[in-house]
Each structure stands twice: as structure tokens, then as C-alpha cells.
């Protein structure tokens, strides 16, 4: 069956890195656009950064852009969230999710183009 796997979530502190990882499965993974979701206590899900299925498009919410890259490798059917230079506010579960959103370059990451979840990573950013 379709499945969606985090890995790669910690305690981190301010200014560090982590890498995300979503291993997919039961599916195509080459169809499919990617999306990373954050959701933090008491918040609203925030749609982080997603990559497209044709050419590798990317898109990043402007609260992540210059220090998260999105990449994927189709091969080995796995998305990966670099993520550098991390402050507290980064802190929450992180989602990813597949789906297939309108043509053309992505203009958002909207969690109703997504059609497939994952279970979700912590990642935890403080001193």
C-alpha cells in the first residue's frame, strides 16, 4: 500500500542542521509532487517547501527560503529537507506528503493538492 515514511528528526541546537528524510512506497514515486508540512503545538499546519514530479521545481515558504533545500531522488524513491541555520520557531512535527497539484511551477505548498501523508518526524530546535 501507498506509504510515506520521516526519518531524520532530532534535537537540534540554534543554528544547526538536520536532514529529513521520506521514504515512499506502494506507488510511483516519479507521478508525484512532494510536499514538507510543519505543524507546531497549537498552530495551524504550515506547508513548508515542495517539489514537483516533472523537472524538479521547486518552492519554499519564505519563512524557510535561503536555509531549507527540498531535493529528490526518484531511483532510490526517496525526498529529502536539508535544513540549515535553524532557529526555535522551527520547531514542530514535520510532514511529507504526496500528491499531484495543478501544471506549471509551484506557486505554494497547499495541503489539498496532497493526497498521501506521512506520520510525521519532531524536530526540535533549542539550547
Known amino acids: 500500500q501507498v506509504q510515506l515514511v520521516e526519518s531524520g528528526g532530532g534535537l537540534v541546537q540554534p543554528g544547526g542542521s538536520l536532514r529529513l528524510s521520506c521514504a515512499a512506497s506502494?506507488?510511483?514515486?516519479?507521478?508525484?509532487?512532494i510536499g514538507w508540512f510543519r505543524q507546531a503545538p497549537g498552530k495551524e499546519r504550515e506547508g513548508v517547501s515542495c517539489?514537483?514530479?516533472?523537472?524538479?521545481?521547486?518552492y519554499y515558504a519564505d519563512s524557510v527560503k535561503g536555509r531549507f533545500t527540498i531535493s529528490r531522488d526518484n531511483a532510490k524513491k526517496m525526498v529529502y529537507l536539508q535544513m540549515n541555520s535553524l532557529k526555535p520557531e522551527d520547531t514542530a512535527v514535520y510532514y511529507c506528503?504526496?500528491?499531484?497539484?495543478?501544471?506549471?511551477?509551484?506557486?505554494?505548498?497547499?495541503?489539498?493538492?496532497?493526497?498521501?501523508w506521512g506520520q510525521g518526524t519532531q524536530v526540535t530546535v533549542s539550547s
Open positions: 506528503a504526496a500528491g499531484v497539484p495543478p501544471p506549471g511551477p509551484p506557486t505554494g505548498v497547499r495541503s489539498s493538492d496532497y493526497d498521501f
Open positions: 506502494g506507488f510511483t514515486l516519479d507521478y508525484y509532487a
Open positions: 517539489i514537483s514530479s516533472a523537472y524538479g521545481l521547486t
